[in-house]
C-alpha cells in the first residue's frame, strides 16, 4: 500500500519523541538517582520483557517447523536480528537510553550524549539496512523539547496558526527530498513529523477508552503482534490471506488484543514508567 510505504518508520517515530521527553521529565523530577537507575528501570526492563517476547517468537518458530540459524537466533535476543519479531525500533530505543545513562553519568549529558550517537551512527552505517540510525535523533529532539519545554510551548501559542503549517510543509518537503546521508534526510524528516504531531495535539485532543487502553499495552500490541500473522500465513492454503484480507488482518488484531490483554500475567517484568 502506497501510504505504508510512504510513511514507513514514522509509524514509530513518535514513540521515539515521547520516550526522549519522557526519560528527560524524569530526569528533571528526580534527579540523580533516575540516572543512577537507569540501567536497571529504563535498559534492564526493556530488554528482558523483549526477550521473553523473543523467547515466544522462537517457540513459535520451532513448533512451526522453520529452520533458524542459531548466531542469528542468540543475536535475536539483543535486537540486531530478527526470527520474525520487530526488532530495529527496541535496538535503537536502547541505544538512546544507554547513550542518554553514559552521558548523564560523565556530567557532560549533551555533548556525551551526541557524541556516542554520531559513533554509533558510524559504526552502524555497514549495515545495508538504514533503519538502525535514520530516526534516532528524534529520541534527542525529544530530550531537548522536555529540557526547553516552557520556552517552546509559549513560542508555538503565541504564533501556532504561523508554526503548525510551517511545521507540516516543512516536514512534506524534507520527506519527498531525496538525501540520502547518513540517515539526514530521515531523520529531519521524523523531527519535524513529531513536532507536527504534538502541535497538532494542542490543539486536537483525541481520546476514548479504548484508545487510552491501547496506549497502556502499546509494548505487547508492537512486539507481539506479529505471532498471529506468521502462524496463520504458515498454515494457510493460500486462500484465507489472499482471499479474505480482512478477515485475516482482523483475525490478527483479535489475537493480538487478547495477548496483549493477558500480557501483564505472562510478562516476567513490567516496562519502567517515567
Known sequence: MWLDRWMSQLIMVVFLFYSGYGVMESIKRKGQQYIDDMPRRRIFNTLINFDVAVLAFLVINLILGFKLDPIKALLAFTGWTSIGNSNWYIF??????LCT?????????????????VAYIILVNTKSNIVWYNTIFTYAAGLLYSQYKTQIEEFIQQRYWLVLPICLFTFLAVHTYKLAFFGLKDNLSSILFALSIVVVSMKIKVGNKALIWCGTKLFPIYIYQRIPMIVLSRYDDGTFVSQHPFAYVWTCLLITIIIAFFYRSLSLNQPAKT
Request: glycine share 8%; proline share 0%; with cysteine.
Open 101 to 117: 545513562w553514559v552521558g548523564f553519568k560523565l556530567g557532560k549529558e549533551w555533548i556525551a550524549y551526541f557524541l556516542l550517537v
Open 92 to 97: 535503537v530505543i536502547l541505544v538512546c537510553y
